[in-house]
C-alpha cells in the first residue's frame, strides 16, 4: 500500500504526470502482492546464506593460519640467512686456517731441506773423520806392531813354548779368494810340531775388536797347519772389555805394550833362523 505521503507528492505534481505516477505505483504494488517465496525454498536460501557464511569464516581462519605459517616461514627464513651468514664466516675463517696451514707445511718443507742438506754434509764430515780416524787407527797400530815385533822370539818361546823361526805380516788367502790381513804373523814349531803366532795392535781394544779377531783366528785356522796362538795388544784395556774378553775370548792372550820392554829381551833378528 502507498503511504500518504507518498501520496501527498503524487497529488502535488502536475494532472498528466499525476496520472503516471499513480499507474505506476499501482503496478508496483500488483507486482509485489503476485511475487510469493515457498518456505521450503526460503529454508534452502537460508541454508545456503549460513553455508557461505561458514565457508566464509573457515576461509578467513585459514587465512590466519596461513599469514602465521608464512610469519613462522619468514622467521625461519631469517634464522636460515643468519645461519648462511655464520657458514659463510666460518668457511673464510677455514680458508685463513688453510691458506696458514699451508704456509707453516711450506716453511716446515724448506726447514726439511735444510735439514737434509745440513745431515748429508754432517754425513760426509763423519765420514772424513771416521777415515781420517780409521787411518790414523791403523797407523797407530802400525805402530804398536813395529815395536814389539822384535820382541816376538823371546815372546813366542816364553809364553807359548815356540821357537820362533820367521815373523812378519802376511795377507793370508782363501781358497775363495778372499783374504786377511794379519799384522804380526810369527811361524815356528812346538815340540817339533808347526806352530804359529798371529797377533793384533790396537791403541785401546774395544769388544768388537776381540769379536773380529777372533772371527779372522778362526778362518785362518783353517788354511794354517799346525797349532794357532793368538794374542792381542793394546795401550789399555777398559775393565768391562777386559771382563767380556776373558769371558767370551779366553783363548786370545791380552798383553799391554809395555809389558813387551819390560819382560822379555829385545832381539833385533826378526827374520831368518
Not at 780409521?134 to 815385533?149: A, H, K, N, P, Q
Request: proline share 3%; net charge neutral.
Amino acid at each position: 500500500m502507498i503511504s500518504s505521503a507518498l501520496l501527498q507528492k503524487i497529488e502535488n505534481l502536475e494532472p498528466g504526470m499525476k496520472d503516471v505516477m499513480l499507474s505506476l505505483v499501482e503496478e508496483v504494488e500488483f507486482k509485489t502482492k503476485t511475487i510469493t517465496v515457498g518456505r521450503g525454498e526460503f529454508n534452502e536460501l537460508r541454508d545456503i546464506v549460513k553455508d557461505l557464511a561458514m565457508a566464509q569464516r573457515m576461509t578467513e581462519n585459514r587465512v590466519g593460519e596461513l599469514a602465521e605459517a608464512q610469519k613462522r616461514t619468514e622467521k625461519r627464513v631469517e634464522e636460515l640467512a643468519e645461519a648462511q651468514k655464520r657458514t659463510e664466516k666460518r668457511v673464510e675463517e677455514l680458508a685463513e686456517a688453510q691458506k696458514r696451514t699451508e704456509k707453516r707445511v711450506e716453511e716446515l718443507a724448506e726447514a726439511q731441506m735444510r735439514t737434509e742438506n745440513e745431515v748429508k754434509t754432517l754425513v760426509v764430515a763423519v765420514k772424513d773423520i771416521r777415515k781420517q780416524l780409521g787411518g790414523l787407527s791403523t797407523d797407530v797400530g802400525y805402530g804398536i806392531e813395529d815395536r814389539i815385533m822384535p820382541y816376538m822370539r823371546d815372546f813366542g818361546k816364553k809364553e807359548f813354548g815356540i821357537d820362533v823361526r820367521l815373523v812378519d805380516r802376511r795377507n793370508l788367502v782363501y781358497p775363495d779368494g778372499n783374504y786377511d790381513e794379519i799384522n804380526i804373523c810369527a811361524e815356528g814349531r812346538k815340540e817339533n810340531k808347526p806352530a804359529w803366532l798371529i797377533g793384533e795392535c790396537k791403541a785401546q781394544p774395544g769388544k768388537k775388536d776381540f769379536d773380529r779377531f777372533s772371527q779372522m783366528t778362526q778362518r785362518a785356522k783353517t788354511v794354517l797347519h799346525g797349532e794357532v796362538h793368538t794374542f792381542l795388544v793394546g795401550y789399555h784395556f777398559a775393565p768391562d772389555v777386559e771382563m767380556y774378553a776373558k769371558k767370551e775370548h779366553p783363548h786370545i792372550r791380552m798383553c799391554r805394550t809395555f809389558e813387551f820392554e819390560m819382560n822379555y829381551r829385545k832381539n833385533r833378528e826378526i827374520s831368518g833362523d
